[in-house]
Structure formats: structure tokens, C-alpha cells
């Protein structure tokens, strides 16, 4: 492609599912529009998708390199950091497996324990994983983001959460 005096060349295929993912996200938004407009039926939705949306906007430049007249793209510094490989360590895919399964005893344990203690755990669990080693840290941000998330829903959301402390 051909604008002026530059040649850009086109990603078709990242530009074809992105847009696909965008146009499978508005139709969504459109569809949960069309059945309520009630805020309880779209807390979750429409915030989602207008941020996915938004995002299709800033990634959509991305489908768009130039190049140059010789036909090779430009320079190091316009490459994509993300298309080198990244040397995946043995420590850091068991951090992710720790990580996925301490989300999934969150969600296990939300009914059991309730969602205030649970979500405490989670989020001492994973500041661990990620290497928080200050005890005084790890607790008070926790806490902190227990209560936000625990009296957010309840402001945001009429559900009865099963708490053991809140």
C-alpha cells in the first residue's frame, strides 16, 4: 500500500481477526442493548466491551509497517518488541501454573471460606508468587484490595456474598 511518498506494508492476516474480534464484540454490545438497558444487565457487558473496542483502536495501527524503498521494513527501533521470542525459564512457568492454580482455589473456596477471606489468600498467594518477600506489604496491600473489591460489589452489585469478616 501506497500513501504518498511512503509504502506500508499490511498484516492481513492480524488485521482480519482483530477486526473480527471487534465486529463479534459490537455485535454483542449491540444484542445486550437491544434486550435491557437495565444497569444490572449491562454492569459486566458494556464496560468490557467498549474497553475491548477501544483496543481494537490501538492495535489496529499496528496491522501497518513501513517499509522501505528496497522493500525491507525500517529500523530496529519500529520492530515489534513482542515478535522475538522471549526464553520461557522453567522458573517462570511454574510461577504461572502457581498462579493458575491459586485462582482456581480462590474460586473453589469463594462458598466455603466467603469471598473476603478467599480473595485475602489469593492475593497473598500471588504477591508471593510474583516475589513480594516484605510481610508487611504483602498483608496490608492485600487487605487493601480485599475491602475495595469486597464493598465495590456490594455497592455495584445486589448479590448476597458470603463473607466470613465483612
Given at each position: 500500500m501506497r500513501i504518498g511518498r511512503h509504502?506500508?506494508?499490511?498484516?492481513?492476516?492480524?488485521?482480519?481477526?482483530?477486526?473480527?474480534?471487534?465486529?463479534?464484540?459490537?455485535?454483542?454490545?449491540?444484542?445486550?442493548?437491544?434486550?435491557?438497558?437495565?444497569?444490572?444487565?449491562?454492569?459486566?457487558?458494556?464496560p468490557v466491551a467498549l474497553f475491548a473496542l477501544a483496543m481494537y483502536l490501538f492495535i489496529l495501527p499496528q496491522c501497518f509497517h513501513k517499509v522501505e524503498e528496497r522493500g525491507a521494513e525500517v529500523a530496529d527501533s519500529d520492530k515489534d518488541p513482542l515478535d522475538e521470542s522471549l526464553p520461557m525459564e522453567r522458573s517462570d512457568v511454574v510461577r504461572i501454573a502457581a498462579l493458575s492454580i491459586s485462582l482456581g482455589l480462590m474460586v473453589f473456596l469463594?462458598?466455603?471460606?466467603?469471598?473476603?477471606?478467599?480473595?485475602?489468600?489469593?492475593?497473598?498467594?500471588?504477591?508471593?508468587?510474583?516475589?513480594?518477600r516484605r510481610p508487611v506489604r504483602v498483608v496490608l496491600y492485600s487487605a487493601a484490595v480485599t475491602l475495595v473489591a469486597i464493598y465495590g460489589f456490594r455497592a455495584m452489585i445486589p448479590y448476597p456474598m458470603p463473607t466470613l469478616l465483612l
Amino acid at each position: 500500500m501506497r500513501i504518498g511518498r511512503h509504502s506500508y506494508a499490511i498484516d492481513y492476516g492480524h488485521l482480519a481477526l482483530i477486526t473480527f474480534i471487534a465486529a463479534v464484540v459490537f455485535w454483542y454490545l449491540l444484542d445486550a442493548r437491544s434486550v435491557s438497558l437495565s444497569v444490572n444487565n449491562l454492569l459486566l457487558v458494556q464496560p468490557v466491551a467498549l474497553f475491548a473496542l477501544a483496543m481494537y483502536l490501538f492495535i489496529l495501527p499496528q496491522c501497518f509497517h513501513k517499509v522501505e524503498e528496497r522493500g525491507a521494513e525500517v529500523a530496529d527501533s519500529d520492530k515489534d518488541p513482542l515478535d522475538e521470542s522471549l526464553p520461557m525459564e522453567r522458573s517462570d512457568v511454574v510461577r504461572i501454573a502457581a498462579l493458575s492454580i491459586s485462582l482456581g482455589l480462590m474460586v473453589f473456596l469463594l462458598e466455603p471460606l466467603g469471598f473476603d477471606l478467599s480473595m485475602f489468600l489469593f492475593a497473598v498467594a500471588a504477591m508471593v508468587i510474583c516475589g513480594e518477600r516484605r510481610p508487611v506489604r504483602v498483608v496490608l496491600y492485600s487487605a487493601a484490595v480485599t475491602l475495595v473489591a469486597i464493598y465495590g460489589f456490594r455497592a455495584m452489585i445486589p448479590y448476597p456474598m458470603p463473607t466470613l469478616l465483612l
